[in-house]
């Protein structure tokens, strides 16, 4: 509790201070503004306090502004009852000035939260403008009535009005702005530590050069500031503008309401005249420094957000497990990320130069057109492709492919692409697929390995009329082996059938187990081979395996003597289907059993 209540009484105290200091800077530049900016019409040309106020009230939490508020006033009624004595027209100006400044923060702040913030400057200036001038107007006429009612000798009705409304409007434009940039930067204001001798100076001339151009009555001489004014935007952005442009209005005003400058143009000239030439001078000056300011700024911003995405960008990359890179014109790698070591195993460097000899020579033209693809559609591209690594293995890479446009105008736009090393999916997708073409026991092709292959075969004998051969076999007995010995027993049997079935066929064979016991072999193209016509080729592997197979097949201790029964389709399968000659097949092997097992039969393809 005591720590509670001595943290909110050193919040109240620190208040207090800042609300003092705001009401003593407050009251000096309402002084300021009524001793040295008062014209013959005894009305100020440039109202600075209500700017400060207001730049305070922008950037100040909500819960402090009622104390704000309260200094400002407090700070603007003292001045006045000292300048201008006791009475009821000070409690109204003080009301006014007040008032205004309290119209613009709110306006101001209900539209955007952060007053301060530079992306929003211009669309945040306009609406500052225009809440200026109507908050301008509304205390402008609280003025002029009290100024009708108490003062009826003052200056006419309107004549107040307007001064008021350009005095209070052009003090809070240009004041509130320089009261924000002060407390938002602080020694910032002046710049960098390198420029802050460039600003110092440049603003000691630009003061020095305004003195003089307002100490004498040429108007044309006027102009010679804007070039002062634009280089201090130009060279030093936001700090170089509030600061110029609220030395130039203070010092112009205070000339020219001395009765000094060039807007004192002989008798013909009117109060109200030499006052709106020098409003017209103090705006056109602001607008235009403003809008050099605003577009640095903008450019500053956007240099700043694209080096925000550049490191973000650049941050990702090198700490990617991707592989990225980015081709620039030329085929010169401008970026290479650090996980190149890790996939490849080269290092950066080596990297760093075209290395298509490090992309394997059946994946080189898919790579080659890829590339040019996306240069030309500018769309987006997958594409696999074999890479060497430095131990000489190849590694899959699955490579996203993208063009980026060219940092200067003309330039031809790279190539980035992230690469990831995919080989384990390729072998599990290779793995998948084998396994879904090919029977787990024994590694030979299964039903559907087989049904595809045997539509293309007969497809392939009705096209060229060539021969071929479908041996059906089945292990004689198989179901007593297992019923004797055991399944595990039984399937080391089918594995060593399996295996010698597959030594005893050509290479361009092709052997399936179909299920259990049953096994089948697929020969094309023999018509005629060694001497031996088609037939004859089928019976010399059916007689091979068999041979094979009068070697035991031993399993852990047991030798085991193993038999076969083969049925072959023999032809050119001109009116066949693969069912059919499937059943032809087996119509053979059917007769092979009937001769007694451990035989072969033929049956021709009519």
Known sequence: MMTTRLLASRTALGLFRRTLVLAIVIAFCTWWSITYTNGALGLSYLWIGSGVLCGVLLISPRAERPAYLLGGFAAHIAVNILLNGLGPISVVFSLADTLDAWLVAAIVTSRFRDATDLTHIKSSVVVGAWAALLACAVSGLMASVASMVYAPTLAPFMVIFGTWVISHALGLGIFATLTIAI?????????????RLELVVTLALLAAACWLIFSQSRFAVTFLLFPALMLCAFRHRFSGFASAVGLVAMIST???AAGHGPFMMGTGVSEVQRVLMLHAFITNATLLTFFIASVLIERKLLMRQLAKSE???????????DLVSHIGAGNVRRYISPSVVEILGWTRDEFSQPRFDLVHAGDIDAVLQAFDEVTRTGEATIVQCRMQHKRGHDVWMELNVRT???KREGELPGIVFAGRDVTQRREAMLALEHLARHDVLTGLGNRLNFNERIQLAVARSQR???AMALLYLDIDHFKGINDTHGHAVGDAVLCEFASRLQR??????????LGGDEFVVLLEDIDAQDGQDGQEASQVIAEKLMTKLHDPIVVG????RVTTSIGIAHGVAIHKDPEQLLRVADAALYEAKVAGRNTWRVQKLS
Not at 311 to 321: G, T
């Open 183 to 195: 407390c938002v930067e602080g020694r910032g204001l002046i710049g960098r530590r390198a420029r």
């Open 254 to 256: 205070m000339q020219t």
């Open 311 to 321: 490191h973000e960008y650049r941050l990702l990359a090198d700490n990617s497990s």
């Open 404 to 406: 980026m446009p060219g």
């Open 464 to 466: 060229h009329h060539s």
């Open 504 to 513: 005893s066929i050509r290479a361009t064979d092709f052997a399936a187990r």
């Open 557 to 560: 201790e047991q030798l085991l």
